[in-house]
């Protein structure tokens, strides 16, 4: 499984990010795709809370993402 980072912007200054695991791009492009004009809810990495009303985003991007253990370094 892959990580993959999805940015939902709603304007320029605002948006919210959301982590999930997918074996591929077009399997993470694809929820994105399903989740579309409805209300999504997920919590982040720090373990707040959010819905989302996908119908209000401007631009959503999804990129693989490839995190680094801090620990490590």
Known sequence: MK????????DEEHYI???IFEESQEKAEALVQSERD???????SRG????????????TQVSEYHRIDKAKS
């Open 38 to 44: 409805q209300y999504i809810s997920f919590t982040d």
């Open 3 to 10: 990580e993959f980072k999805i940015t939902y912007f709603f």
């Open 48 to 59: 707040i809370y959010h819905e989302l009303d996908t119908g209000k985003v401007r631009v």
């Open 17 to 19: 990010r959301r982590f």
